[in-house]
């Protein structure tokens, strides 16, 4: 439908400009400049020089003092074969290409040995760990290392008339990767060790995105056998979730970009890098698949702040354009006699 290929031009055109590039700015906005410049306009930037009065920045770059303040702490660390949770996987109940949603087996151990599971991912087992558990992590299971960085971003509470709702930690290698997927929460993502590479692209671009449903699995990892098995959640639970990988092996390269034209020939994602000091704003409902680049010791940590989207016009405009059918779109969940089938998005779903 060229009316919506439109949309994924004017958008970046009106609002974004013609730019693969994120906005930069050199210190934090005020808030009349924050609310007025990015939040009403569901535009992302990326803030310099944000975050460099926290002590995180520089204690946190010591595993003695994260395993001394966190030596009675308990928290969980998620274990995947390749460091892709919340992601598709080949479906173990059915023939390939029949794919899952696959959740990472959770854990929960003392501090130190979750790191040291961590460290282990770089040194060639066959698992990665990630401490990534998204609920309000970083002011319960690691409030120990709560004076280390601020508990809001004052001028973004100030912007959006609240505080936040949840303050995730994150602790990865290189391995970890996030699929794509939204959030409907305003985030602000900080940096601290490490390097963060987002693509983004604007909830205009659902349809690029081959939203199916899956069924959802778990993985369990046998310490006896060193393997995962995958097993499918019963009673069985469906997931509606992007199917596009952005990054393809060179052998799967020309198949994948036959399976998912809207993404590959489409507008390029926007890109960006975030450093240590500096905040991301990822604006609510912005499809985002997240990789790392770790310090000299392997690892990359970062702080996000999760504040409560308005649902206002724009949620209903968004729902409104989602359940438009693209015509000549495969459904990416359907088995491949059944690709020719027009997908029909699911609507009100807050996947993520």
């Given at each position: 439908?060229?009316?919506?290929?439109?949309?994924?031009?004017?958008?970046?055109?009106?609002?974004?400009?013609?730019?693969?590039?994120?906005?930069?700015?050199?210190?934090?906005?005020?808030?009349?400049?924050?609310?007025?410049d990015f939040v009403s306009l569901n535009k992302p930037?990326?803030?310099?020089?944000?975050?460099?009065?926290?002590?995180?920045?520089?204690?946190?770059?010591?595993?003695?003092?994260?395993?001394?303040?966190?030596?009675?702490?308990?928290?969980?660390?998620?274990?995947?074969?390749?460091?892709?949770?919340?992601?598709?996987?080949?479906?173990?109940?059915?023939?390939?290409?029949?794919?899952?949603?696959?959740?990472?087996?959770?854990?929960?151990?003392?501090?130190?040995?979750?790191?040291?599971?961590?460290?282990?991912?770089?040194?060639?087992?066959?698992?990665?760990?990630?401490?990534?558990?998204?609920?309000?992590?970083?002011?319960?299971?690691?409030?120990?290392?709560?004076?280390?960085?601020?508990?809001?971003?004052?001028?973004?509470?100030?912007?959006?008339?609240?505080?936040?709702?949840?303050?995730?930690?994150?602790?990865?290698?290189?391995?970890?990767?996030?699929?794509?997927?939204?959030?409907?929460?305003?985030?602000?993502?900080?940096?601290?060790?490490?390097?963060?590479?987002?693509?983004?692209?604007?909830?205009?671009?659902?349809?690029?995105?081959?939203?199916?449903?899956?069924?959802?699995?778990?993985?369990?990892?046998?310490?006896?056998?060193?393997?995962?098995?995958?097993?499918?959640?019963?009673?069985?639970?469906?997931?509606?979730?992007?199917?596009?990988?952005?990054?393809?092996?060179?052998?799967?390269?020309?198949?994948?970009?036959?399976?998912?034209?809207?993404?590959?020939?489409?507008?390029?994602?926007?890109?960006?890098?975030?450093?240590?000091?500096?905040?991301?704003?990822?604006?609510?409902?912005?499809?985002?698949?997240?990789?790392?680049?770790?310090?000299?010791?392997?690892?990359?940590?970062?702080?996000n702040y999760w504040y409560d989207m308005q649902y206002?016009?724009?949620?209903a405009y968004f729902n409104f354009l989602q359940s438009?059918?693209?015509?000549?779109?495969?459904?990416?969940?359907?088995?491949?006699?059944?690709?020719?089938?027009?997908?029909?998005?699911?609507?009100?779903?807050?996947?993520?």
């Amino acid at each position: 439908m060229r009316e919506i290929e439109a949309l994924w031009e004017d958008v970046r055109e009106l609002t974004l400009g013609n730019t693969s590039r994120i906005e930069r700015l050199t210190s934090p906005p005020s808030p009349l400049r924050f609310l007025r410049d990015f939040v009403s306009l569901n535009k992302p930037c990326i803030i310099s020089n944000a975050t460099l009065h926290w002590p995180a920045l520089h204690l946190w770059r010591s595993d003695d003092y994260l395993t001394g303040s966190l030596s009675s702490s308990t928290v969980s660390v998620h274990l995947t074969p390749d460091g892709r949770a919340d992601a598709l996987a080949l479906n173990p109940a059915e023939p390939p290409p029949s794919l899952c949603f696959a959740s990472a087996e959770t854990r929960r151990l003392p501090f130190p040995e979750a790191l040291d599971l961590i460290h282990r991912s770089n040194a060639g087992d066959n698992f990665v760990a990630y401490a990534q558990q998204q609920n309000d992590c970083f002011r319960s299971e690691y409030s120990a290392l709560g004076s280390d960085c601020d508990s809001h971003i004052q001028w973004a509470s100030e912007a959006l008339g609240c505080l936040p709702e949840a303050v995730n930690l994150w602790i990865g290698t290189h391995w970890s990767e996030t699929s794509f997927h939204k959030d409907h929460y305003e985030n602000l993502y900080a940096v601290v060790c490490g390097e963060k590479h987002f693509l983004l692209l604007p909830p205009t671009d659902v349809h690029r995105m081959y939203i199916g449903e899956y069924p959802a699995a778990q993985y369990l990892y046998s310490e006896e056998t060193g393997e995962f098995k995958l097993e499918l959640e019963e009673p069985k639970r469906w997931v509606p979730w992007c199917s596009v990988n952005p990054n393809p092996s060179q052998e799967d390269l020309d198949s994948e970009m036959e399976k998912f034209p809207l993404y590959f020939n489409g507008p390029k994602p926007f890109e960006c890098t975030v450093k240590p000091g500096e905040v991301l704003f990822l604006p609510s409902m912005w499809f985002h698949h997240v990789r790392q680049s770790p310090d000299d010791r392997g690892l990359t940590i970062a702080v996000n702040y999760w504040y409560d989207m308005q649902y206002d016009m724009k949620y209903a405009y968004f729902n409104f354009l989602q359940s438009i059918q693209y015509q000549s779109l495969p459904d990416p969940s359907a088995n491949e006699t059944e690709s020719e089938e027009i997908i029909k998005p699911v609507i009100g779903n807050d996947f993520r």
